[in-house]
Each structure stands twice: as structure tokens, then as C-alpha cells.
């Protein structure tokens, strides 16, 4: 394995040089939680990505149809092979990866669908549902 570009999205920056500039600075992105109500919860802190717009780099539909973690890590991914200077068209794919770490998927959509499914029953499931909780979709 050899590593030759990188990219970052995460709560203190996005764009490797944002992210270590915020590191450099002893920036936190630790703070409330502020993508969903967290009151019911024992803790309300966490690491939230405040400085990302979907818009800046998909369509208002791509948007739309890919949850945020596919969103963040297409971003880095991009990021990644622009810092590696690589042409994409004369590398062989085949042997051309790009490595993500994570537990699971989106856990909103799994949340929404799960809702929609008690409340309103079974048709009513988003056919994007499967491919926005999968790691693999990222």
C-alpha cells in the first residue's frame, strides 16, 4: 500500500489544510450536538462537521439522494487524489483504492425509514434506503 494524497472532512475543518491549520491552532470540534434534538440523551456533545454545503460539490439532487457520510467521503476522496496529483484516466482501477473508516452508514436515514415503516407501513420505504445505510455506497 502506498498513500499519495489525502483528504479530510470532519469537525474542525474541511480540506486538509483547514483541518491542520485547526490542529496547529488547538481548535476543538467537540461541542453540542447540533444535527438532530439531543435533549433526551445523557450526552449532548459530540464532534459535529459545522463548515460543510453539500451544494458547493453536488447538484441539488445528488444531494438530496446521498446521505452524509457518502457526501463527506466523496468530498475527501476527491481531495485525496487531487493532493496525489493523480490522472485517473492512465492508472489501472483495478489496482486503485481509496481506504474509509467507519462503523455503519447513515444512522438518520435508518432512523427516518424505520419511522416511515411504524407509521405509515412497508410501501412506503425510500428505494434509496438500503444504499444510504451501507458503508459500501460511501
Not at 435533549?39 to 449532548?44: H, K, L, T, V, Y
Not at 457526501?71 to 476522496?77: G, K, N, T
Amino acid at each position: 500500500m502506498v498513500i499519495t494524497g489525502i483528504g479530510v472532512v470532519s469537525p474542525v475543518g474541511t480540506g486538509v489544510q483547514k483541518f491542520w491549520n485547526s490542529l496547529i491552532e488547538g481548535k476543538s470540534g467537540i461541542g453540542y450536538i447540533s444535527h438532530f434534538d439531543a435533549s433526551e440523551f445523557d450526552c449532548r456533545i459530540a464532534g459535529n462537521v459545522t463548515d460543510f454545503d453539500p451544494l458547493q460539490y453536488f447538484s441539488t439532487k445528488e444531494a438530496r439522494n446521498l446521505a452524509k457520510f457518502v457526501q463527506y467521503a466523496c468530498v475527501a476522496s476527491d481531495e485525496a487524489v487531487a493532493s496525489a496529483k493523480l490522472d485517473l484516466t492512465s492508472i489501472d482501477l483495478d489496482r486503485f483504492g481509496i481506504l474509509i473508516g467507519s462503523g455503519i452508514g447513515s444512522i438518520e436515514t435508518l432512523e427516518a425509514e424505520h419511522q416511515k415503516f411504524i407509521e405509515r407501513g412497508p410501501s412506503r420505504i425510500s428505494p434509496h434506503f438500503i444504499p444510504k445505510i451501507i458503508i459500501n455506497e460511501a
